[in-house]
């Protein structure tokens, strides 16, 4: 069943005249004589019955119509939903976005964003490494904002969008606020907040170990905002990247002996083609002009 024959099927039914069906259609009345028997002989029965100069509609031909009416109009509805989708009018990206990456950094590439492409969804979604990781495989995220950590699997690709130094993180009026920065040896006897999901947790504490500094945890928490809400009520300090100082009242100062950094990159699976909304959104954050950097991201 095609749908131009739906269309024949329709008109004929519309105005129970072949003539002005084929009119209506833009074809020859032959050619739409024919449509129509092919269409009965694949629904196994007749759709019309013809005496004279009159045409009605049989029992199945009535059954029918409703029937494919909708088959038609579904059809067209679902090629708009594309053309609107392809046009970039009315589409979606799912970002996942790794949960310590504070959201200072994006707000201005978000805005920008909006403001070019108000026709496209994005869709935020906050996980932390192996989660976002497996939902990229399997589809769930188009993309993904992470910190790019030793052994990403080699299913994915990276993009790197900006280097981002770890701080440390203390209430107003600590000792530390006397510092430019802060060297790890200096946390010894200090309370402190552990971030579960920090993806550098081990390799800080190794740091920490390796300057016999035995951290004295006084809180552990996956909330990030938790953590934050702590370091400014005065429970104690805490590694922290620079950009995800967010609460009033917490402080910080860079971390030294030895600096810390992080990359944080655009992640996607490899080899999987993108949506036109998906490539436009990359597109922009590689045009983005990310503050301290130097250069735009090259392509």
Known sequence: MEMHQIRYFLAVAETLNFTRAAELCNVSQPALSRAVQLLEEEVGGLLFRRERNQTHLTDLGLLLRPRLQSVLENTREAKAAAQRFLTLDEAHVTLGVMCTIGPRRFMGLLA???MKHPGIELRLIE???DSLGDRLATGELDLAIMAQTPGLPERFNSRPLYRERFTLAFPAGHRFEQMEAVPVAALKG????????????DYL?????ERDVG???SHVSEREDWIQNMVAAGLGVCFLPEYSAVFPGVQTRPVI???VWRDISLVSVAGRRFSPAELTFIDAVKRYRWAGQQEVLAA
């Open 215 to 217: 951290l004295r945890v």
């Open 112 to 114: 920008d964003f909006q």
């Open 205 to 209: 504490a190794q740091l920490c170990e």
């Open 190 to 201: 200090e309370n402190y907040l552990r971030r579960v999901n920090c993806e550098y947790r």
């Open 127 to 129: 996980g932390v490494p």
């Open 257 to 259: 002996d030895p600096e």
